[in-house]
T-cell receptor, first 115, second 109 residues
């Protein structure tokens, strides 16, 4: 069966510090991968998605970046965090090219607090 | 533009039935998803509808009307553990998900 691992679960970082969140998927090949952010009491905001190694689409301009160095690894980074980067970060995966479409499956999330 | 509307909060009684509505406007349509999200946790997949009608899964059912841009999630025999936020998401013609802000469901004994 497929599993998704996301770490760390919680993170407190000062403004201006770097960020690296990692997500890995097991039990599937060539998944679609996603990074979402959820502010308190708000809906999910898509940050990045990837359909393959090195292929990253950015949905929202911000000081974050994403990389997919391996098929089942997705990394969210920032060189300098802002206060507004605080939130709940969720990695998700789905199967490509299925009919009907595949639902997204989420990792456990990382709660980031920028102080 | 693309939009999803769902109520912010609903309250129901343990053992009762509740219906959570969702209306959507998207550029094209490739289905509608419902997710459950407990406080502090990640969303978990509940249901997917792409054709009109009702899909039943145990105590949970989901309905879709494509002509009306409307869906609902029906929860029967409510249990305290059903207290959570319920997220509606519609998939557009580019297979991108448009998410609602979620409906917080409060279950009272």
């Amino acid at each position: 069966s497929q599993t998704i691992h996301q770490w760390p679960a919680t993170l407190v970082q000062p403004v201006g510090s770097p960020l690296s969140l990692e997500c890995t998927v097991e039990g599937t090949s060539n998944p679609n991968l996603y990074w979402y952010r959820q502010a308190a009491g708000r809906g999910l905001q898509l940050l990045f998605y990837s359909v393959g190694i090195g292929q990253i689409s950015s949905e929202v301009p911000q000081n974050l970046s994403a990389s997919r160095p391996q098929d089942r690894q997705f990394i969210l980074s920032s060189k300098k965090l802002l206060l507004s980067d605080s939130g709940f970060y969720l990695c998700a995966w789905s199967v490509q090219g299925t009919e009907p479409v595949s639902p997204l499956h989420f990792g456990n999330g990382t709660r980031l607090t920028v102080t | 533009g693309q939009n999803i509307d769902q109520p912010t909060e609903m309250t129901a009684t343990e053992g009762a039935i509740v219906q959570i509505n969702c209306t959507y406007q998207t550029s094209g349509f490739n289905g509608l998803f419902w997710y459950q999200q407990h406080a502090g946790e990640a969303p978990t997949f509940l249901s997917y509808n792409v054709l009109d009608g009702l899909e039943e899964k145990g105590r949970f059912s989901s309905f879709l009307s494509r002509s009306k841009g409307y869906s609902y999630l029906l929860l029967k025999e409510l249990q305290m553990k059903d207290s959570a936020s319920y997220l509606c998401a519609a998939m557009d013609s580019n297979y991108q998900l448009i998410w609602g802000a979620g409906t917080k469901l409060i279950i009272k004994p």
